[in-house]
Structures are given as C-alpha cells and as structure tokens.
C-alpha cells in the first residue's frame, strides 16, 4: 500500500517515489490478474458442483419416487381410493361446495389420469370409475 503522506498529500512525487510507485502498480496490477483468473477457475469449478448436485438431487427424487409406500398398494386398494376420491367430488358438486363441472380438466378423474402410467393403467382398465365422470 502507498505511504498515507504520499496519498493525502497534495504534493508531487518526485521520481524515486514515481518509481517505486510504478513497481508496486505493476505488482498489484498482476496480483488482481491472478485473482480474476482464480475467480474464473473457481466458477467454474462452482457451477461443475452445482450441476453435480443437480443430478444428485435428481437422482434421489426418483428413488424416493420409487421408494413410495403408495406404490406398494394393491390394484384394488386404489380402485377403492379412486372410487371414494371421485364419489366425495360428485357429492359435493351437487350440494354445490366444490368445483364446476364445465371443463374437463377439472375433473378428478383426469387429474389421477395423468399423476403416472400405472394410475392411467388402472383407471382406464376400471370401467365402474367412468360411470359418474
């Protein structure tokens, strides 16, 4: 760092401190060069690890995915969920405290349709779960 009476002074370096001054620009000059390029390797390095967790973090939903208690359920367990699931949304439609009937989407039925293969599988296998849809 430059002397404090060089750097809040008003007067003019002479040459000797011009100088050492130019020496020490240089050399601080270099530093921050080596740091910046420190900075690249390191973000590089950042986002490599950031896209490796990714993966990982990835990697571990579909093991819990496959992991899931619900996929341990019978068939007929779920016909039952499903069938109970869309009788209380019948039941409540017509007494008027939930959903409209006015476009499909809404419909549980195509809700569970799409949550996975196996789900589509069996409700499109299940006729009895068609009938109040």
Not at 6 to 11: I, K, M, N, P, T
Request: aromatic content about 6%; overall charge positive.
């Amino acid at each position: 760092s430059p002397s404090p009476d060089l750097v809040h002074s008003a007067f003019a370096p002479d040459a000797t401190q011009l100088s050492q001054c130019g020496l020490e620009l240089e050399a601080v000059n270099l530093a921050a060069r080596k740091c910046d390029e420190e900075i690249i390797i390191l973000r590089k390095l950042l986002s490599a690890q950031i896209n490796k967790r990714h993966q990982l973090h990835e990697r571990s939903v579909h093991y819990h995915s496959i992991m899931s208690p619900i996929r341990r359920l019978p068939k007929e367990i779920l016909i039952e969920l499903f069938s109970r699931c869309l009788k209380d949304y019948f039941r409540l439609c017509a007494v008027g405290t939930y959903g409209l009937l006015n476009e499909p989407a809404e419909l549980p039925i195509m809700t569970l349709l799409r949550v996975c293969s196996h789900w589509r599988s069996i409700i499109l296998a299940t006729p009895a779960l068609w009938r109040n849809s």
